[in-house]
């Protein structure tokens, strides 16, 4: 199975059904089903409809599009879909974005300090000849590409290692390098797979760092009915909406998850909630997980996480007696030092609380396991292993040494190291970057550093329909069509929908075009030898077979037997990790303090990057009906840390920590950690990444430390 097939799939793995979804439709505010299709009825004769998929976020909504001419003049959600007629804000938002003045209109080439509009044939002559220069100089894995989030689980992410394989390079490198794959890398280490919650069949939900009322909408009512007729537990630094109606609302301080994790676990243990049957059954390292946790009684653990000492017992009692009990970790306890670590010690308290990770309650949502073992990347969809498939690269990606398992099992580079590679040669020379829907100098960790990369490069190019702060320094930029361009693909079968929803715009291209034309102009045409996606798509396949050198164990044997309960190296569920082990970390999810810790200049523990409803990310800010939801970047406090500093709500103060200074907007509140400071990441005039260490990061996955790190916030001027 492949990543690719996730979205498809995704909204039935959380157990949600029709008549979930046409209740989400009134909630999203865009109106009923039923006045969708009364005005479509009406429009019909008035311009052409079609029916396409949004792509901004991995639900992939259904909509249904009516153009005039070669204009994009309004989506629905498409009631025939399998999101039933959902659309929220952003894919509201789509004619906007087709239509942007800031669209870039043709191909971009660098004169001095100066973008000059050129033709595509001028662009791609250019950009080949110079990227055959480093490649002479400096070998084919000079070379790397990066892919933002749009494309991620879309199958051009296979054309991209294709492209990448024929060129020579193993540098890929995806969004996964900051976004999600910890997560999936610390559940995997446990239970062999990431998975999600059933909402119809668990009974006690706990929401850990995540708050799907921001990044998964259509889902939020599911998760508020919890509160009414289960349990909801939610984790939070921060009192979401959620968190406001929950049945009990940890306020944990930024960085003690793990901890706050273990002190469970010991109430648990000490008690004998879990089911021993089970645990001795169906798991390894019980008495080592036992020692670990016997170290985090919860008075302790209420000094470190600020989470009340009865709260802790109460909740414990709550996970292991109102089974089935199930977790829903989210980004917010993934960006720490021990992030993989933290996702395990939450993957297993739920095991102690019997029944994670079955499939009555938790649908297997990626099962890692044979990927893991037997199948490159899961991004390496088909098109990557048709027909003539280009020669095995034998450099290993950026990442291998310093992060071998995040390569293990995501394999492609790791983005975070770009960096060095560019100014120190760090494993070896990078001098070309591509740069697909991604605006790395805003988006990834170590901004400052990244712009003096992208200094030294001999070749920056980048594809995106804007011209993002990216873009700006680029030698090239190539205009790509936004997915309403181009043909829509159903990433879960290859099914290819009948044309675009509208017109291409200006001289923009399809990605998908790009990267064929690109490595026609390298000489790479063989590799590429089709004149549309949908040919790419159904292009005779032969399986791939994996390089020995990436595989962690032998092959599996091959007599049948009976499938492992759990994908992991043991076929168990690993309360200590032999992975772990083997590749020198700690077995079990040991909790470590973040390396930065507030002190008198810097008092706050400053966590950056949580989703507004506005934005995701850098996406959608040039966008005037999202810009109206949020126009100027804010910064959360606590109401009597304000006080404290004589600060007041709505004023500009400065964010500023031991590696930068950031302005932004105060918005003062009770429903923020006394302890913490909240501020969102993606915006180019505030650009949060300043204000961070780029070399704290988790040692298991290598993401960075967004949510721990310290900082003061002071006044610089008034409203
Ligand atoms: S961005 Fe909104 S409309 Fe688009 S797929 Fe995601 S939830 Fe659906």
Request: proline share 9%; charged share 20%.
């Amino acid at each position: 199975m492949s990543d690719a097939r996730e979205p498809v799939r995704f909204l039935q793995r959380l157990g949600v059904r029709r008549r979930d979804l046409l209740k989400a439709v009134p909630l999203a505010g865009v109106g009923a089903a039923v006045l969708g299709l009364g005005w479509a009825g009406k429009n019909r004769r008035e311009g052409r409809r079609t029916h396409g998929v949004c792509r901004f976020c991995l639900i992939h909504c259904g909509v249904t599009a009516t153009t005039q001419g070669d204009r994009l003049v309004r989506v629905e959600g498409d009631v025939a879909s399998k999101t039933k007629g959902f659309l929220c804000l952003h894919g509201h938002a789509m004619p906007e974005l087709v239509h942007s003045e800031r669209r870039v209109r043709m191909p971009l080439a660098r004169e001095g300090d100066t973008l000059r509009e050129v033709g595509w044939n001028e662009a791609l002559a250019r950009i080949a000849e110079r990227l055959q220069r480093v490649k002479a100089e400096f070998g084919p894995e000079a070379f790397v590409v990066q892919t933002g989030w749009p494309l991620v689980r879309h199958p051009l992410v296979g054309l991209l290692h294709r492209f990448c394989q024929a060129f020579g390079t193993p540098n890929l490198a995806t969004v996964g390098s900051f976004c999600e794959t910890a997560g999936r890398m610390g559940k995997a280490l446990t239970l062999g797979s990431k998975y999600s919650p059933n909402f119809h069949r668990v009974r006690t939900l706990v929401l850990w760092g995540a708050n799907p009322t921001h990044a998964l909408p259509i889902v939020t009512h599911l998760v508020a009915d919890k509160a009414k007729t289960g349990k909801l537990v939610v984790v939070d630094p921060v009192r979401t909406e959620l968190a406001a109606i929950a049945s009990e609302h940890l306020l944990v301080r930024p960085g003690t998850d793990g901890a706050l994790a273990l002190a469970m676990m010991h109430v648990i243990l000490a008690e004998r909630l879990y089911d021993p049957a089970f645990i001795e059954a169906q798991t390894v390292g019980f008495d080592e997980l036992q020692a670990l946790a016997a170290q985090y009684p919860p008075e302790a653990a209420a000094e470190l996480t600020t989470v009340p000492r009865d709260q802790i017992v109460r909740v414990a009692r709550l996970l292991a007696r109102e089974v089935p009990t199930s977790v829903w970790e989210g980004l917010g306890i993934e960006h720490h030092e021990n992030g993989v670590q933290t996702v395990r010690a939450v993957a297993v308290l739920e095991a102690l609380c019997r029944r994670a990770g079955q499939p009555e309650v938790n649908e297997l949502l990626t099962p890692v396991g044979p990927n893991f073992y037997n199948e490159p990347l899961p991004a390496l969809v088909r098109p990557a292993t048709a027909e003539p498939v280009p020669p095995p690269v034998r450099a290993r990606p950026l990442g291998h040494s310093r992060y071998p398992l995040f390569e293990t099992f995501n394999r492609e580079a790791h983005g975070a190291l770009l960096a060095d590679a560019v100014l120190q040669d760090d494993p070896y020379p990078v001098r070309a970057l591509l740069v697909v829907a991604a605006n790395t100098l805003v988006t990834a960790p170590g901004s400052e550093r990244l712009r003096q990369a992208a200094a030294r490069l001999r070749l920056l190019v980048t594809v995106d329909p804007f011209l993002t702060a990216t873009a700006e320094v680029s030698d090239f930029v190539l205009p790509a069509c936004t997915f309403a361009e181009a043909p829509t693909v159903d990433a879960s079968d290859e099914e290819v929908a009948n044309g675009s929803m509208v017109a291409p715009q200006h001289q923009a291209w399809p990605d998908w075009k790009i990267v064929f034309e690109l490595s026609r102009a390298l000489g790479l045409g063989r590799y590429f030898p089709w004149n549309s996606f949908q040919e790419a798509m159904q292009a005779p396949r032969r399986p791939y077979r994996v390089d020995p050198e990436h595989q962690p164990r032998p092959n599996p044997p091959q007599q049948k037997a009976p499938p492992p309960a759990f994908g992991t190296v043991s076929g168990k569920l690993e309360l200590a990790s032999n992975l772990l082990r083997r590749y020198g970390f700690e077995a079990v999810p040991k909790w470590s303090p973040p390396t930065e810790q507030p002190d008198a200049d810097f008092p706050l523990v400053l966590v950056t990057g949580p989703r507004t409803r506005a934005f995701i990310n850098s996406q959608f800010h040039q966008v005037p009906s999202v810009r109206g939801k949020m126009r100027e970047p804010e910064v959360l406090l606590h109401t009597e840390r304000a006080r404290a500093a004589g600060l007041t709500d709505g004023q500009w103060v400065a964010i500023v920590s031991p590696h930068g200074r950031v302005e932004m907007r105060l918005r003062v509140t009770a429903d923020v950690h006394p302890d913490a400071a909240v501020a969102p990441a993606g915006w180019e005039t505030a650009n949060v990444n300043l204000l961070h260490d780029p070399n704290r990061r988790d040692p298991i996955s290598g993401f960075p430390a967004f949510r721990s790190g310290v900082c003061r916030i002071e006044a610089v001027r008034t409203a």
